[in-house]
């Protein structure tokens, strides 16, 4: 099948990529030209595991093009997928300009057969607009269309997309559905459905599957919040809870609060959608404000415990928002970095691979440092914000040496409390027994 992917970031990328690997012809397009340049030279703009090695096999089996060219693309399709980014606006909802461009652009770039994909995050009624514009632009009345969601995570991208719980999609005419279903059959393994619906509930799939997700990371967060307050342990908590099968235990780790370019987003989108329609998400809005404040439990603790902090040293490990991937998006560490530069703290960072983009974003407000052991040379505290997993079993002892103070603030409950304490440390985690 032809395939052309519009738009090659996180999403484009990853999905073009696994389409090639599974025998399509794949391009990938995109309007920066830089990013298409480097493609082109085997340079992968993103860190996200796997992926070098698939884009660079598949480009050189000539089955994965890169190319700023719509002319050159768009008119042998037999599918094009959209996945450009929409990113916040100022009032909370998804700014679709990227989206319009692309449309307006392809219009009369269309052939009679091709089938028209949104794969970015839309708000509800945003397939059925491009249905209506692509029908007039084109002055045609056989527009395929659909609504493709995606649900891969970043750090895990391939693997998501490749054995996915399920692939969602929204069409208007049933014929699109046999073409979609063709292109996903690689991917679907005994039980893992195909699930074809309505253009406006494939949209709400995406937001009420990612808005879930973020009440489950809100809620959790409270609880520890809770917990800190009364003397018990979320860990515990968390295994009294999670055996029970209505629960479970995914998506049930307190923390820092979520970041990343989507869940914030996201669940501002879907409360923005509600107003829209004269609807108060109040659970939504909750969600949001108790990650914001969730941003700055870490902060709390460090200023509760240790007091004035001009001139103080603090080393900080992990700045990506997540482990396994470059992005800093809403990520919590920024927020962390913020609050501390504003109390007069040094700080010192290391990040497997993040700290580029952190660079680009701050400068040298921040030390950056090659290895996590070098950001606690007479460091007065250390702050875990990613868990990354080479920070999961470091040598304790080499780092009792290099620290001032033997003072850890776990934002991601790494280690064991009491053997932390039994060490000598002071470790202050999220919602743990005896916390702040
Ligand atoms: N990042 C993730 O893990 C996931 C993202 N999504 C959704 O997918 C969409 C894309 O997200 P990301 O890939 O993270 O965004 P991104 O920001 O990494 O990439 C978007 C790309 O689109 C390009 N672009 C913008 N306007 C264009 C135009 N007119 N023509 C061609 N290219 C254009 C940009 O240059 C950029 O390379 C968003 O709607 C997001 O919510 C969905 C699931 C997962
Ligand atoms: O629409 C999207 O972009 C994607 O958003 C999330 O994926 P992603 O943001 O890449 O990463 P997650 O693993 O979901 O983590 C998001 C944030 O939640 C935090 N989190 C996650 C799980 C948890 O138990 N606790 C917790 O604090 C993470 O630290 C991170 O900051 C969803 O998991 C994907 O299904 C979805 O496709």
């Not at 941003?295 to 080393?315: F, H, N, P, R, W």
């Not at 304490?421 to 999220?430: C, K, L, Q």
Request: proline fraction near 4%; glycine fraction near 8%.
């Amino acid at each position: 099948m032809k395939i052309v992917m519009i738009g090659t970031g996180y999403v484009g990328l990853v999905t073009g990529t696994c389409f090639a690997n599974s025998g399509n012809d794949v391009t990938c397009l995109d309007i920066d030209e830089k990013k298409i340049e480097g493609l082109k030279n085997g340079k992968i703009p993103i860190y996200e595991p796997g992926l070098t090695e698939m884009v660079i096999r598949n480009h050189k089996a000539g089955r994965l093009h890169f190319t700023t060219s719509y002319e050159e693309s768009v008119p042998d399709a037999d599918c094009i997928f959209i996945a450009v980014g929409t990113p916040q606006s100022d009032d909370g909802s998804a700014n679709l300009k990227g989206l319009w461009a692309v449309v307006d652009t392809i219009a009369p770039l269309l052939a009679d057969d091709t089938i028209t994909i949104i794969k970015s995050t839309v708000p509800v009624g945003t397939n059925r607009k491009m249905l209506d514009r692509l029908t007039e632009l084109t002055g045609r009345d056989n527009i395929k269309v659909a609504s493709n969601p995606e649900f891969l995570k970043e750090g895990a991208a391939i693997e998501d997309f490749t054995k996915p719980d399920r692939v969602v999609v929204g069409v208007n005419d049933d014929r699109a559905i046999k073409r979609l279903h063709e292109l996903y059959k690689p991917f679907l393994r005994t039980e893992q459905p195909f699930l074809s619906m309505g253009l406006e509930s494939a949209e709400m799939t995406k937001y009420v599957a990612n808005c879930m997700l973020a009440t489950k990371i809100s809620f959790i967060n409270e609880m520890a919040n809770l917990c800190d307050l009364v003397n018990a342990d979320i860990n515990d908590v968390r295994r009294g809870i999670g055996h029970d099968q209505r629960i479970g235990f995914q998506f049930l780790f307190p923390g820092v609060g979520y970041g990343g370019s989507c869940f914030p987003k996201d669940v501002r989108a879907l409360i923005h959608v509600a107003a829209e329609n004269n609807m108060n998400a109040e659970i939504l809005k909750s969600v949001d404000d108790v990650n914001d404040a969730q941003k700055e439990v870490l902060y709390s603790k460090i200023k509760k415990t240790m007091g004035d902090l001009k001139g103080k040293t603090i080393a900080l490990w992990g700045l990506s928002f997540k482990p396994r991937t470059d992005d800093i998006r809403e990520a919590p560490s920024l927020v962390l970095i913020e609050q501390l530069l504003k109390e007069g703290v040094n700080i010192r960072v290391h990040d497997p691979v993040a700290m580029e983009n952190v660079r680009e974003e701050i400068g040298d407000k921040v030390e950056y440092c090659e290895h996590h052991y070098d950001t606690l040379e007479g460091a007065d505290a250390l702050a875990i914000v990613t868990e990354w997993s080479e920070f999961r079993n470091p040598d304790f002892d080499y780092m009792k040496h290099k620290l001032k103070q033997m003072t850890i603030f776990d934002g991601r409950n790494l280690y064991d409390p009491k053997k932390m304490t039994e060490m000598g440390f002071a470790y202050y985690g999220i919602g743990l027994k005896g916390d702040l």
